[in-house]
């Protein structure tokens, strides 16, 4: 199982970016999906979650709720993370994040990590 995450780049203050991110693989089940990003010389923190069913639940970190929105398209084993009013503070790496079953022979789900992708934002 592997998840490609994408969309990072250099945006001004107030700007919008994109981030997706697809799992591929071995996939027969995937249950919360989230976001979490890690500034140079600090810990890696939550940006925003999201479950699987009937009214997908989402939680977000206090300092990115009004501005940031995660969704998720269960057809494509993909998450999103829509950014709006991007602030220099929000620059760092963003890693994705999926509790995947790949084994059809059981029900324990395993947490993996995408591989990154860099967000600056900066005039």
């Known amino acids: 199982v592997q998840l490609q995450a994408s969309g990072g780049g250099l945006v001004q203050p107030g700007g919008s970016l994109r981030l997706s991110c697809a799992a591929s693989?071995?996939?027969?089940?995937?249950?919360?999906m989230g976001w979490y990003r890690q500034a140079p010389g600090k810990q890696r923190d939550l940006v925003a979650i999201i479950t699987d069913g009937d009214g997908d639940m989402t939680t977000y970190a206090d300092s990115v709720k009004g501005r940031f929105t995660i969704s998720r398209d269960n057809a494509r084993n993909t998450v999103y993370l829509q950014m709006n009013s991007l602030k220099p503070a929000d620059t760092a790496v963003y890693y994705c994040n999926a509790w995947i079953r790949s084994n059809a022979g059981s029900y324990m789900y395993t947490q993996y990590w995408g591989q990154g992708t860099l967000v600056t934002v900066s005039s």
């Open positions: 693989g071995s996939i027969f089940g995937i249950n919360v």
